[in-house]
């Protein structure tokens, strides 16, 4: 079993500043590209920014500049570094990490998702 469990989110006024973390846990062999989605309100989740293993980043036009993904290989963990926050960055952010199991196994796994608003 691997667990996928976020932290970190909240309400925050416009330009400021977030951190997410997103731990994983349980029967890994190894931890391969490691990501962040969102979802607002009614509208499709979409891809946000990936780290591989080696620590290569990409980055969806709408945050490029503003958000930075990192990730702790000792820890299993995954962090979104997300400043300058804008109304239309309000979403729930779902981590995504495509892990190898202890059987060897490939699978996608997601976090259960944890809210953050951008209000004044």
């Known amino acids: 079993q691997v667990q996928l469990v976020e932290s970190g989110g909240g309400l925050v006024q416009p330009g400021g500043s977030l951190r997410l973390s997103c731990a994983a846990s349980?029967?890994?062999?190894?931890?391969?590209?490691m990501g962040w989605y969102r979802q607002a309100p009614g509208k499709q989740r979409e891809w946000v920014t990936t780290?591989?293993?080696?620590?290569?980043?990409n980055y969806a036009g709408s945050v490029k500049g503003r958000f930075a993904i990192s990730r702790d290989n000792a820890k299993n963990t995954v962090y979104l570094q997300m400043n300058s926050l804008k109304p239309e960055d309000t979403a729930v952010y779902y981590c995504?990490?495509?892990?190898?199991?202890?059987?060897?196994?490939?699978?996608?796994?997601w976090g259960q998702g944890t809210q953050v608003t951008v209000s004044s």
């Open positions: 780290i591989t293993s080696g620590g290569s980043t």
């Open positions: 995504k990490a495509v892990i190898t199991t202890s059987s060897l196994r490939q699978y996608d796994y």
């Open positions: 349980g029967s890994i062999f190894r931890i391969n590209d």
